[in-house]
Antibody, heavy 126, light 107 residues
Framework: EVQLVQSGAEVKKPGESLKISCKGSGYSFNTYWIGWVRQMPGEGLEWMGIIYPGDSDTRYSPSFQGQVTILADKSINTAYLQWSSLKASDTAMYYC???????????????????WGQGTPVTVSS | DIQMTQSPSSLSASVGDRVTITCRASQTISSYLNWYQQKPGKAPKLLIYGASSFQSGVPSRFSGSGSGTDFTLTISSLQPEDFATYYCQQTYRTPHSFGQGTKLEIK
């Protein structure tokens, strides 16, 4: 069974650093991209970026480039989302998700998040 | 970035109703369009990928259609467990942007 298990809730102060994790199991972790999605309180989903654990190739949304770092340690099947200096506006739920590549009809270039972690709530407040 | 716009933003309906949610892309995205369902306090769940392909285990009352810039998610006969928020997502080009969501509420 594919599972993504995220680290627990975090409460931090502005300016502090943070690294949250997402551990995959039940599949070949190195061969699937993993993505991160932000959901601010009461708001919609925002695509932050994806990483390929096999070689750490990473793609960021321009909205998040330079604001966060996406990492992976393939030896322990874990992806990370890291901040060097948190802001109050980083308060949100953060989800990791497995990025699958599949076929829809004759087109085998469909991409989608097929399995999701349970989410990590991050609160940044002074 | 490709902008995704869903309509309506919210919708009230009754059990047994047929419901359609629309998603429009700011440029053509071929059929690289996914639909997710999210219930309060839960992670999103994939329903439809590639505009019209069912994810395993999704009830057949859900269907997706469209290509290019205009897409629809249809629920043929609403069940109590379908009241949730629905999001579309394009995967034609990164960033793989989501629509703003459609909240489906009980009338």
């Amino acid at each position: 069974e594919v599972q993504l298990v995220q680290s627990g809730a975090e409460v931090k102060k502005p300016g502090e650093s943070l690294k949250i994790s997402c551990k995959g199991s039940g599949y070949s972790f190195n061969t699937y991209w993993i993505g991160w999605v932000r959901q601010m309180p009461g708001e919609g989903l925002e695509w932050m970026g994806i990483i390929y654990p096999g070689d750490s190739d990473t793609r960021y949304s321009p909205s998040f480039q330079g604001q966060v770092t996406i990492l992976a340690d393939k030896s322990i099947n874990t992806a990370y989302l890291q901040w060097s200096s948190l802001k109050a506006s980083d308060t949100a739920m953060y989800y990791c998700a497995r990025h699958e590549l599949g076929c829809s009809g004759s087109d085998c270039n469909s991409e989608y998040f097929d399995h999701w972690g349970q989410g990590t709530p991050v609160t940044v407040s002074s | 970035d490709i902008q995704m716009t869903q309509s309506p933003s919210s919708l009230s309906a009754s059990v047994g109703d047929r419901v359609t949610i629309t998603c429009r892309a700011s440029q053509t995205i071929s059929s690289y369009l996914n639909w997710y369902q999210q219930k309060p306090g839960k992670a999103p769940k994939l329903l439809i990928y590639g505009a019209s392909s069912f994810q395993s285990g999704v009830p057949s009352r859900f269907s997706g259609s469209g290509s290019g810039t205009d897409f629809t998610l249809t629920i043929s006969s609403l069940q109590p467990e379908d009241f949730a928020t629905y999001y579309c997502q394009q995967t034609y080009r990164t960033p793989h942007s989501f629509g703003q969501g459609t909240k489906l509420e009980i009338k």
